[in-house]
Each structure stands twice: as C-alpha cells, then as structure tokens.
C-alpha cells in the first residue's frame, strides 16, 4: 500500500504541544485522540527546539503490525531507555541476538505441559489458601490482596522462594518507578539519571532496594545449594547449554519475571473481581458452570468454564496492564495508510484499540458476553482488535501463564464467596503499568 497521508496532530498548547495533557491523563488523552483523530495521531511534547513527535497507533492493524516486527519497530524508546535503568537487560529489555538466547533459554520453564501439572496445582492452592483466609472477613481490598497472592505465586512457581517477606518493599518501590518512568517517557528532555536531584536520588534508592531483594533472593538459593529442580531460578543459576547467560544477565532476568510476573495478572484479577462484584449475573452465570465440575477446578476443567475465561478476557480488555507497548521506527514506515518517518517515537495502544467503537460497540461497557462464540465480536478486526499480552516474537512469554492463574484463581473465589461492591468505577493509574490507582474494597459473603 503506497503512503497516502500525514498523521494528524492532536491539538495541546501552542508553546508546550500536549506536554501537559500526557502528564495529566495519559490514557484520557490517548483515548480521546483515538476517538476523534484516527488510529495514527502525533503529539507534540515539550517547547519548540526541545520538541520531540509521539506518535499514537490504536488500530488493530497498525498496532499489530508495529508489535510484531521487532527489526522494523525497535525497543529503543525512551520509556524503554527507563525501563533499562531499572530492569537491565533482561528478556523484556534485550533485543536481537541476546534477546534470541534469552528467550530459548528459559522457553522450557514455560512449556504448556509444566503451565497444567505443576503451575496450574499451585495456583489452585494459593487460591484456596486466601479463600480460606478471608474467613470471617467481611469487606477486603482486592487489589492487595492479588498482589500478594500473584507474587506468592510467581515466588513458589519460577522462583522456588517465598518473597512474601519482600512484598512491602517491592511495592513501595515499584509503584513511584512505574510512575516516573511514564511522566519522563513523555518529556522531551528529562533530567539526567546521574544528576544527584533528590528525585534522582530516591530513584537510584528504589532501585537498589530492588537489586537486593533479588540478590537476596539469589544468596538464599545457592545457600541450600539446592538446584531448584525444573523452576526458573534453578535453571538460571545451574546454566545450562551453550547459550547460558552471564551472572548479571541472570539477576535482570530475575528481577523481570518478578516483576511482570505478578503486578500485571494482580491488577487484571482484581479489575476483574470488582466488575464481577458490581454483575452479579455473571457471578451466577460462572457458578452454573462451577457446579458441573466434580472437585476443585484444575487446568483440564478450564474448556468447561467458558464464562470464566471470557471474564478474564473482558478485563484485560477494558483494563490491559501493559496499556502501551512502545517503539522506535528503524526507517521510514507507513502504518494503517499514514506515513511514519524514522526515528519515529510510536506508542501502540491496546487500552485505545481495546475501546474502539467500530470494534466494540458500547466499548466502555463491561460485558464478558462479547467473548461467548457466537456474540459477533469484534466487529472488525479478528484477533489484532484484542492484544492485552501484544503481538508477535516479542510477545509476553507469561501469557498462557496468566490466563491459568487468572482463571483459576477466579473459579476457586468464586466458589467460596459472593462478591458485592459499593464502587462506582475503577479509578486507574497509568504508569508503565495500568494498575488501580486506590483501593478496590468487596464484600464478601461465603457460600454454602
Ligand atoms: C495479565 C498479565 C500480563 C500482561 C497483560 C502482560 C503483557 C505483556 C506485554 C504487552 C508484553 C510485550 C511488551 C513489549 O513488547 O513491549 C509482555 C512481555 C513480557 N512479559 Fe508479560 N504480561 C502479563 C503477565 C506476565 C507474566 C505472568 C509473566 C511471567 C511469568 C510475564 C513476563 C513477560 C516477559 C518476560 C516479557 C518479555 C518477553 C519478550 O520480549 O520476549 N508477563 N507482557
């Protein structure tokens, strides 16, 4: 297809472009733009001289297309450039041939046949164990509470440690880096890293505090001198083959997993729990296919909880945790009919695509009901119009992963408890995550 057009340019402030507008509501700015601008839509952010282009893709095809092309579209954004001074290099960070050895390395912890036997059983008991928790509980705050049960989760499956003890630490820090890292991922100049600014300072703190829960995480492993069997840790450390990866590789490559390993999923279960606490037709709905089973759910029985799965699914379309995927344009590009130059700063959006009208009609609502076989949607656009885990080679790794815990987890709550809410709405943070940006609290009432 031959390029036809130029982006068009969102409006913001004659001297500061839309600066302010990302600052103040990234995903109402985006969303907005996307609504009444088009699928590509440039942003001008900072003054003239300093200015840098943000270019906005939140069409099915545009978005997939720039997801899956990783030599056409490059990790070499600035909200990547963050990322990296946080995370390193790990899987999420590294491109090309270490991204390659990366990821054939630790494909076989995430094989389907380790995701339904020894995944699935531990999910299914750490659910249980907060079901049976909340006992005599009326009202809690979901959102905390998926928090720790996620990390107990990736901490028992990947990690083979308890990094419960390391939770209070790991959320104070990882949500003001979440934070920082969008609000300098769209300034056109941000202050340098080594600049000793007190908010520099408390960044290189946070950081550190993480470097130490997974060095300790580490210590505590070779100390038992146990191998950890199949789990990933075990498999970092033991390196294997020729394509072992080196020390430092191996602790940005803890620190990833569990990182992405369980904020994302937290934050999709508990939207979900929330939106099914304010639908109680769906609680029901998912229960009559609880009551067919013949025990606790397991990976197996998952076929036969439709509802379940097409509840996950609509959360983590109304509420992507990774609500941007970022890229670099290598060389001069056309996307959806727009031409793109290169060097070209683009944020595909699946929080903007995921709420297109002509893709899914009353967008905003929350209906699982569009999963069913047979509701029609989406309307356009087949599998690109719903990308929470993107698309491609550099796909999320831990998609099956979070699907499983996601689903199993709901059918063991759902099963305990109904679920009842005062809260209007979700109110949202966007940071390099979408997260709850307050407390999500639910009543519970046990049953049976
Ligand atoms: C609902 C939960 C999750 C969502 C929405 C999600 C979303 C995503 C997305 C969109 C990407 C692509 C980022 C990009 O290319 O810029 C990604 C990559 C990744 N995710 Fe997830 N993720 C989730 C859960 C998980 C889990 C459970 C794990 C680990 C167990 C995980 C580990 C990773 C890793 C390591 C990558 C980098 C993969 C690569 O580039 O090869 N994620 N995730």
Not at 160 to 177: H, K, Q
Not at 195 to 218: C, G, K, M, S, Y
Not at 265 to 273: E, G, N
Not at 384 to 410: K, T
Request: glycine share 8%.
């Amino acid at each position: 297809m031959t390029a036809t057009r130029t982006p068009v340019r969102a409006g913001g402030l004659p001297v500061i472009g839309s600066t302010l507008d990302l600052r103040r509501d990234y995903l109402g700015t985006i969303l907005r733009a996307s609504r009444e601008l088009g699928p590509v839509v440039r942003f001008d952010v900072g003054v003239p001289g300093l200015r840098m282009a943000l270019y906005s893709i939140t069409g099915p095809e545009g978005c997939e297309r720039v997801m899956s092309d990783p030599v056409a579209y490059r990790k070499e954004t600035r909200s990547y450039d963050e990322v990296r001074l946080t995370l390193g290099n790990g899987l999420l960070t590294s491109q090309d041939e270490d991204w390659l050895r990366q990821r054939r390395y630790v494909a076989p912890v995430f094989t389907r046949r380790r995701m339904t036997t020894s995944y699935a059983a531990v999910m299914v008991e750490e659910a249980s164990a907060v079901a049976r928790r909340w006992a005599g509980r009326g009202t809690v705050d979901v959102h905390a509470e998926m928090t720790r049960l996620t990390a107990r989760v990736v901490g028992r499956v990947l990690l083979g440690s308890d990094v419960e003890a390391a939770l209070p630490r790991i959320m104070e820090t990882f949500a003001p880096l979440s934070t920082r890292l969008l609000r300098r991922a769209v300034s056109p100049r941000p202050i340098p890293p080594w600049l000793p600014t007190p908010a520099n300072r408390e960044f290189h703190r946070h950081n550190q505090v993480l470097r130490e829960i997974v060095d300790d995480l580490v210590a505590a492993r070779r100390r038992t001198g146990d191998d950890g069997g199949e789990d990933l840790l075990g498999l970092l450390l033991r390196g294997e083959g020729e394509e072992r990866l080196t020390d430092a590789e191996v602790v940005d490559q803890v620190l990833v997993f569990l990182l992405a390993g369980h904020e994302t999923t937290a934050s999709t279960l508990a939207c979900a729990l929330v939106e099914l606490a304010r639908a109680p037709q769906w609680q029901e709905a998912a229960r009559a296919e609880l009551a067919e089973l013949p025990g606790p759910p397991t990976a197996a029985d998952l076929p036969r909880l439709p509802t379940v799965d097409a509840v996950v699914r609509e959360a983590l379309r109304l509420y992507p945790a990774a609500h941007s995927v970022a890229r670099l344009s290598s060389v001069a590009t056309e996307v959806d009919g727009y031409a793109l130059p290169a060097r070209a700063n683009l944020v595909t959006s699946p929080w903007a695509l995921h709420r297109r009208a002509e893709l899914w009609p009353d967008p905003d609502r929350f209906d699982p009901g569009r999963f069913r076989p047979g509701s029609g949607q989406p309307l356009q656009g087949g599998k690109q119009a719903w990308l929470p885990f993107s698309a491609g080679p550099r796909a999320c790794i831990g998609a099956q992963f979070a699907m499983l815990e996601a689903s199993l987890v709901l059918a063991v709550l759902l099963g305990a408890y109904e679920l009842r809410t005062a809260l209007p709405g979700i109110p949202l943070e966007a940071g390099i995550t979408l997260r709850p940006a307050a407390p999500l609290p639910v009543q519970l009432v046990p049953r049976g």
